[in-house]
């Protein structure tokens, strides 16, 4: 068996999904310690062609993906799928990276933990925004405990494109990007929050902000959601946090920590640190902005993909299996930072009303959400179930579905 660069033994990994799965293929994750040796996809020539080009095996069946010899999975379908493929590989005896969400409702948020806790074994919510440089190196200032108590934050993750592009990579109305709620791609907005100030999100009031009809891209999409959102939270040690995120005009994700001593910010590349010194003695430039590297490894990390990040997580969840100590991204982290995204809508439509983030920690309060299916899936909807967008059963244009059959056309699909 190949030696990892650290560590002993390589861990042998399966990846399910090849296209956001790609990530976790390559270099990077050899780097980190593993052996990719399984792949497993529903779409049949994709996964030939991944299978072939890194000379590994190729299921299209979960199940006998999961009887190959494998230690670790990584779990890169659907957005709104990854809890039922998370569970059923833990409960096989593999370690578990999923992408976000982690849980499409509360009560895959419960058994999802309720798995980790029974298998034992290790879960790692696959939250890249995190392990940008900027965003490690604002943690490590944070932690030092010179910029005190964390008072107010910011996170933006507004990512708009065109029509084409967004129509390439969301094949068919019935894909998860045609009809996801606008608050539940959160994540990316809040991990960076979380793992600065290692606090977790308790209240949330959600707003929605509709589609404007003279959006141009809007017009060629086969949408039933709304543009973005806003998501307000109040955090367990009484700091409120904005998030911004999704369909916005103004490419941006910037990061904001406002806290007793002091402000950081961080976007892509930089680090800002403001300490205007008003009764502390001046030791510090009261303003400076810079460009900080990652802590370690930082030669593989910059050649990864989303900033680094792809690289830390790989390299983290390798550290957790072979420590055993569950890795920061543990799943009561990335269950909330989930259960963000569904209560912020449940307030959305209801006037952005406050709604609780539960503390999943506590069986008792599990208790309480462990049949908690609400879900705005057309293919899961039943009775009582909401609509994707704010607007309820929203219509798909001709015009909007006409357009986007020209592109899915040169992916072969010709269905609506």
């Not at 068996?1 to 399966?14: A, D, F, Q, W």
């Not at 990040?309 to 790989?314: C, I, L, N, T, V």
């Amino acid at each position: 068996m190949r030696k990892s660069g650290k560590g002993g033994k390589s861990i042998k990994v399966g990846v399910l999904g090849v296209g956001r799965g790609g990530a976790f293929m390559g270099e990077s994750a050899q780097a980190a310690g593993f052996e990719l040796v399984a792949l497993c996809d529903f779409r049949k020539e994709a996964l030939k062609e991944a299978a072939k080009q890194y000379a590994v095996a190729g299921y299209t069946d979960f199940d006998r993906f999961l009887e190959h010899d494998l230690d670790a999975v990584v779990v890169a379908n659907y957005f709104h799928e990854h809890a039922p493929f998370a569970i059923k590989a833990m409960k096989a005896g593999k370690h578990v990276l999923s992408e976000t969400q982690a849980c499409h409702t509360l009560a895959e948020g419960v058994e999802l933990i309720r798995t980790v806790e029974k298998t034992k074994r290790t879960y790692m919510f696959a939250e890249n925004y995190a392990y940008s440089s900027p965003h490690q190196e604002m943690r490590r200032l944070f932690q030092t405990g010179e910029f005190g108590t964390f008072m107010y934050g910011e996170g933006e993750y507004v990512h708009p494109g065109a029509a084409d592009w967004s129509n390439s990579i969301s094949v068919g109305c019935q894909h998860w990007r045609n009809w996801i709620p606008a608050t539940y791609y959160c994540t990316h907005a809040l991990s960076p929050i979380m793992y600065i100030t290692d606090t977790l999100p308790e209240k949330v009031n959600g707003f929605v902000i509709r589609t404007a009809p003279d959006d141009p891209v809007a017009q060629r999409r086969p949408r039933r959601n709304d543009a973005a959102s806003m998501i307000a939270l109040r955090m367990n040690n009484g700091a409120v946090v904005k998030l911004l995120q999704v369909g916005l005009r103004g490419h941006s994700g910037p990061t904001r920590v406002h806290a007793a001593k002091g402000y950081m910010g961080g976007d892509w590349n930089n680090v800002t640190l403001i300490r205007e010194q008003f009764h502390e003695p001046l030791v510090h430039p009261k303003h400076m902005t810079y460009a900080p590297n990652f802590p370690e490894m930082a030669d593989l990390a910059n050649r990864s993909g989303h900033g680094g990040g792809d690289f830390f997580m790989m390299y983290h969840f390798a550290k957790a299996i072979r420590s055993g100590r569950p890795p920061f991204l543990d799943v009561y982290r990335g269950v909330a930072m989930s259960i963000v995204g569904i209560q912020a809508y449940r307030s959305a439509l209801n006037d952005s009303n406050t709604e609780i983030i539960p503390d999943f920690h506590k069986e008792s309060v599990r208790k309480l959400y462990e049949n908690d299916d609400w879900s705005p899936d057309p293919a899961r909807r039943k009775p009582g179930q909401p609509w994707p967008s704010v607007e309820g059963d929203k219509k798909i244009s001709a015009f909007s579905l006409a357009y986007a059959r020209k592109v899915w056309k040169k992916s072969g699909y010709t269905g609506g």
